[in-house]
Structure formats: C-alpha cells, structure tokens
C-alpha cells in the first residue's frame, strides 16, 4: 500500500516538476532581442564610422530543413541531412539564371549609397562616414575592427541578401550593432569584444510580383527574377537596400521598453506577419509604419522587419 | 570516464570546433588539380608535359585579369576562406586546357598568329553554405578575340554543391577546385564551338 502511495506521490511531484521546466522554459526564452541606444549614450558619441559588410558574393539561397527524420536516431538524422542537402542543390542550381542576370549587380555600393544618405541626418551621429567593407562576422574580426576605427563608435551592418525557400521574396537582413571603442565588458570577460550599445536585426522582404503560392515552381520564379538582365530582382534589391537604410535610421532612435521585456503592440496597431530574418520561416507582429503597400513590423522580441511588394 | 579523460575529450573537442573555424587562405598550387597518388605509397610524380594532339589548333591566352574587390572568397559555416592567388590558378588550368582539337597557350607578345585569343576576368570565387550543403562558385568572364582584332564576350558559371561532411579546408578547397574545373569545362566547349563557325575553320 505504502510503496503504492509513494509511488503516486513520486509520480505527482515529478509531473508538477515537469510543469515548472516548462513554465519557466516558456517564459525565460520570452525576452527582447533587441538592445536599444540609450539618449545618455547616444549624446556621449563624438565621432562614429559606420561600416557596411555584405556577407555573400551574390544573391544567397534558403531551404526549409528537413525534419521528417526526427525520432528516426542516426538514421532519422542521416535521412533528414541527404533530404536538405539535396533541396539546397536544387535551389543553388537554380537560382543560377538570376545571379548570371546580375553578375554586374554591385549590392555593395546599393547598401553603401543607402546608408549615406538615411544617417546623414542624424545629428547624434557625429562625424559619420560610411564604408563598405567585408568583414568576416567573427568576435576577432569585430574585435580588430572596433580597435582600429579611430572613433567613438563603430555601426557594424552585417548584411545578407537571400531569396527564400520557395524564391517567392528575397530578403535583406542586417545585424546591425553600435560599438564603442572604450571596452564595456566584464573583468575576465576581454575574449568576447566590446558589449554593444545597440543591437538588432532587421530585414526587408520584397515579394516577387506574379508568384502564385504552390503553382509557381522554383524554375518558373527564378525566370520572373532573372527576365530582362535580372529587372525584377534588381528593383527588389536597389529597393530593399534603401529600405533597409531607412529602418536602420529608424530604428537607432526608437526606445525600448524597460528591462528586458518583450515589446507590446500599442492598442490601436495592426498585426502583420512577415517574412522571418534571413528567409526563414513566418513571425508576426504589430505594424510601425505603413507606406506604399509596405509595412514595418516590430516583433515582440524586438526586430524590425519590412513586407511587401517591390519597394516603388 | 576519468576526471582525467573528462578533460582530454573536452580539450580535443574544443581544439576541433576552433580548428572548424580557423580562416583559411588559400594557395593557388592546393587548388590545382591533385596528381594521381601512386599504388606504391611513392611520391607522386610531377605531371607530364602536356602533348598537343596531331591537328589541334592553339588557341592564345592573352591575359587573366582579377576583378574581385578584396581576396575573400566568403565562408563556410563561419569559416573564412580567402586567396590572392586565384588568379594564378586559373591561369594555369585555362594555359592547360587541351582537346583532341584544340590547347591553349599562353601568349608570350604580339605577333603569334593563330585564329583565336582569349582574355579572361575572374568575376567571381567564393564558398558559401546553406543547410548542411556547400557551394563554389566561380565566374569567368571571356573575350574571344578572332584574327581581326573583334571580340565577343561571355560570362561562364562553374558551380559545384555538395554535402559539407567535416567544414574541412580540404573538403572546401576541393569543391572550388571542381567548379573551377565545371567553369572550364564550359569554356573549352565554347572555344571548339567558336572554331567551328565558318570565318574561323579552315
């Protein structure tokens, strides 16, 4: 009887401990992302150098992982590895029409031109200049950059460009960071650079006008981006990366909420889904700003991200 | 498992991950093609002079011209991989391009006759990686020069994607190697199409 009793009670507390795991697992993944500039800071910068960094040579591919293996063991996973591996062979293949039309694409000078113009007015951000630049996106990379800047602050943009899974979107998404010179960091803690002042990722989607959701194949999509020396993807990309631009200038002067909290939509915004960072998948948030036929989302964890059709 | 062996598998797989990550530049001669390994564990042995075949038409190499901004050649998985040597390379795999109809030459100054010159841009060479995959890529861009001194120009794509096994330099060196090879393979083709038009043959 006792071994019975014991038995439920074990069985009760190990389901109450499961559920407190999982309480706290919901809820202490929940905070902001986004780290935001603070105006005592942000008065506090004399001199800034802004440094563009596109991470591909030319436009980059998604694919949706493949999980049908899962629970399958090394097998399972193996299965799972081949099935991806061959989606991204087949989208690298054929996303090779759009990138033969924009060979001569400089994505580089697009985002450079971009930022130039969205930072130089702000006033905050003294004796700014943009350059464009890759950098390898490792902490020593960052680390020797900051270092030898000569400034107050460095804005880091690390950029990729990428269509998505299905090449409906392509999609531009920044990291971007502002780091101070003067080491912020923990005692003990040099290894991991400067903590930046601000950071968050944004990233703006254009969505390829024609597409047809599960008709249109990726051959046909990467023939309507690549027609008439890449027309198409080239609007999508000038435009993206002006939009891009402009959400950084907005962004570097919005608030966030205190601590780290997740944002919350004002009562009279919209909700909008977006593309995700990178291509990747759906998120959704409340809208910001709304212009054109296109929307700035702010997600709760604090990314800006931008949907719809080609920027005008 | 010994505190002892706790620690040696902790140090051997952190020395790994950063090996993974450790930037990679990269030399032209790890890029050219591997001589076949000999059964006997020997040396192996330096490649044979190349042969033209008996009617093959030379074709003159006038120069290779390196377009890329900066010598990276992008990232694997947060590996860097870079090279100012890329331009060797590929001109010593465009000067050994031979068929039983044509081989390339590389033009030592005006005045060597033949029916065709080419020029060549490296536009670009890069690494990249998606999901578990790989990819290289390189772009060749060339004008073909005819006896009259008129050049037409096109642009070719090697690209090679494969399974990313290990992130390692020579599983990454090995797939620029074969789209380097795919991008001459195309540009090979092109040149004996060319030789075949009617002001050219004969």
């Known amino acids: 009887m006792n071994v019975h009793r014991n038995f439920r009670s074990a069985t009760r507390a190990g389901a109450t401990s499961l559920a407190l795991v999982f309480l706290q697992m919901t809820t202490g993944c929940a905070h902001a992302k986004r780290v935001a500039l603070d105006e005592p800071q942000r008065n506090q910068i004399g001199s800034a150098r802004t440094v563009a960094s596109l991470s591909g040579q030319e436009l980059g591919v998604s694919v949706v992982m493949s999980t049908g293996g899962a629970g399958f063991g090394l097998i399972g996973a193996l299965v799972d590895s081949a099935v991806t591996n061959s989606r991204a062979k087949a989208a690298e293949a054929v996303a090779a029409p759009i990138r033969d039309a924009l060979v001569d694409y400089d994505a580089g000078a697009a985002l450079g031109g971009a930022l130039k113009k969205e930072l130089a007015p702000l006033a905050w951000l003294k004796k700014n200049t943009v350059d464009v630049r890759r950098v390898a996106d490792t902490k020593e990379a960052v680390a020797e950059l900051v270092k030898q800047s000569g400034t107050d602050v460095v804005v880091l943009v690390q950029t990729d460009h990428r269509l998505t899974p299905a090449f409906d979107a392509i999609v531009i998404t920044a990291k971007v960071s502002v780091l101070p010179r003067a080491p912020t960091q923990a005692a003990g803690d040099e290894g991991s650079g400067p903590a930046p002042l601000y950071l968050n990722t944004i990233s703006t989607a254009a969505t390829l006008p024609g597409f047809v959701e599960a008709r249109t194949t990726l051959e046909q999509a990467s023939q309507l981006w690549a027609d008439g020396r890449g027309r198409t993807a080239r609007r999508a990309l000038d435009g993206g990366m002006a939009e891009l631009a402009s959400m950084i200038a907005f962004d570097l002067a919005e608030h966030g909420p205190a601590g780290a909290s997740l944002y919350e939509a004002p009562p009279d915004a919209r909700q909008a889904t977006v593309i995700g960072a990178y291509g990747n998948g759906t998120a959704t948030g409340f809208v910001v700003r709304e212009a054109n036929g296109r929307a700035w989302v702010r997600l709760p964890t604090g990314e800006l991200s931008a949907i719809g059709g080609l920027v005008p | ?202």
């Open chain 2, 1 to 202: 498992m010994s505190a002892r062996r706790r620690v040696l598998s902790a140090a051997l797989c952190a020395a790994a991950l950063v090996a993974c990550r450790t930037p990679v530049e990269v030399v032209a001669s790890s890029l050219a093609a591997p001589p076949a390994a000999s059964d006997d564990g020997a040396e192996p042995a330096p490649p044979a002079p190349r042969k033209p075949a008996p009617g093959a038409q030379p074709v003159w190499l006038e120069s290779v011209e390196d377009r890329r901004t900066d010598p990276s050649l992008g990232d694997v998985h947060g590996r860097p991989f870079s090279s100012t040597q890329v331009s060797q390379w590929l001109e010593r795999e465009l000067e050994s391009l031979v068929s039983p109809t044509i081989y390339v030459m590389k033009a030592t100054g005006p005045g060597a006759g033949g029916k065709l010159w080419l020029r060549a841009r490296i536009l670009k060479a890069y690494v990249s990686g998606v999901g578990v995959t790989k990819t290289a890529t390189v772009v060749l861009e060339i004008d073909f020069v005819a006896p009259d001194g008129s050049a037409t120009s096109r642009v070719f794509r090697g690209q090679h994607a494969s399974m990313n096994w290990w992130n390692t330099e020579g599983e990454v060196i090995g797939a620029l190697r074969e789209a380097g090879s795919n991008c001459l393979e195309q540009i090979r083709l092109a040149i004996e199409a060319r030789l075949r038009t009617p002001d050219l043959r004969g």
